[in-house]
């Protein structure tokens, strides 16, 4: 049974319908479902929807090693193969659209899904599609992480889906995490090189339909506040709710590392599925990622692939 095929037949239907089954089940002291059945229907899971990487470092593998952390169920739909290593990535294999709606029509049928995590989306039609089913499956919360281009400079998203995503995807995102590249090209700016510039990103971001804003600054050249600074190595991220922007820092560590926007992301989206609020699970994210990321902790490296650090 497609939960989609009619509009009332959203995901939060489906949870709540879940939820009155097992109090019925209970009360009236039916055998016909096993205890692992109602164990499952009684879990809250989150979901990431992208992209797989074969080494480990970035997308789906890295995601659900982080919700695994958080002691979380991770369930994983794929938008997209990638032929990469340590390096760079080489070569994208996008999965037919329909193929992800299929896969994720397929867990909705069965999981309660607290919280969805988007990641590399690949195509134009991979966005669109999801844009429509998030139409019907009202998923609760949404954390959308805009990756458009690799690191090692190879395009994650085509110019087609940049659009699509910010005028029919963005309107669903509980919070999108941009980097300053991203944050630049979703609020039309040339240039995201500053704290003043994080925020005026942030405001144009908000005006695209996202609650919550999170433009990330470790890329930042200087930060000109000596509150932020110690010894000019601090990572600042601002999050914006469209009345306030609350600033997080943390130290910085000078490497490109290799998935730390799908880290950050997810762990965000773990927080969320755990009942945090936005701001305290983006302050739990940043502690949990600085942690893995940084040579100098004693979780260095857990659930990473250390080879990539
Ligand atoms: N590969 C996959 C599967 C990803 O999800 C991502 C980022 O989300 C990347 C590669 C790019 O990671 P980075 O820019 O850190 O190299």
Redesign the pocket.
């Given at each position: 049974m497609g939960v989609f095929k009619s509009a009332d037949k959203s995901a939060d239907y489906n949870c709540l319908a879940s939820e009155v089954v097992c109090c019925a089940v209970f009360s009236m002291g039916f055998s016909v479902f096993s205890l692992a059945h109602l164990r499952l229907l009684m879990k809250k899971f989150v979901l990431t929807i992208?992209?797989?990487?074969p080494s480990g470092g970035?997308?789906?593998q890295r995601d659900l090693k982080t919700f695994e952390d958080f002691g979380l169920n991770g369930l994983s739909v794929i938008t997209a193969l990638?032929a990469?290593n340590q390096k760079r990535?080489k070569d994208v294999f996008p999965v037919p659209a329909r193929f992800v709606v299929k896969q994720i029509e397929t867990l909705v049928d069965e999981y309660c899904i607290e919280v969805v995590k988007l990641?590399?989306l690949a195509t134009g039609d991979i966005v669109l599609a999801l844009a429509r089913l998030f139409k019907k499956a009202k998923f609760k919360k949404i954390v959308i992480?805009p990756?458009f281009v690799?690191?090692?400079g190879y395009p994650?998203l085509d110019k087609k889906g940049i659009i699509l995503l910010k005028d029919q995807l963005l309107p669903f995102a509980t919070i999108v995490t941009p980097n300053l590249d991203e944050a630049a090209i979703l609020s039309s700016m040339k240039n995201v090189s500053s704290l003043e510039e994080m925020k005026e990103a942030a405001i144009k971001i908000k005006k695209l339909g996202p609650k919550f804003v999170l433009v990330k600054g470790g890329h930042l050249k200087t930060v000109n506040s000596e509150q932020l600074t110690v010894n000019g190595k601090k990572a600042v991220d601002i999050l914006y709710d469209g009345k306030r922007f609350k600033t997080f820092s943390a130290p910085r560590i000078n490497k490109d590392?290799?998935?730390?926007?799908?880290i950050l992301s997810s762990a965000i989206a773990a927080g969320m599925a755990k009942g945090m609020n936005v701001e305290n699970a983006v302050r739990e994210a940043k502690v949990y990622t600085t942690r893995i990321i940084n040579p100098h902790t004693k979780d260095f490296g857990v659930g990473v692939n250390r080879e990539t650090i």
């Open positions: 992208a992209g797989a990487d970035a997308g789906i990638t990469q990535v990641g590399i992480d990756v690799s690191s090692s994650l590392i290799h998935g730390t926007g799908c």
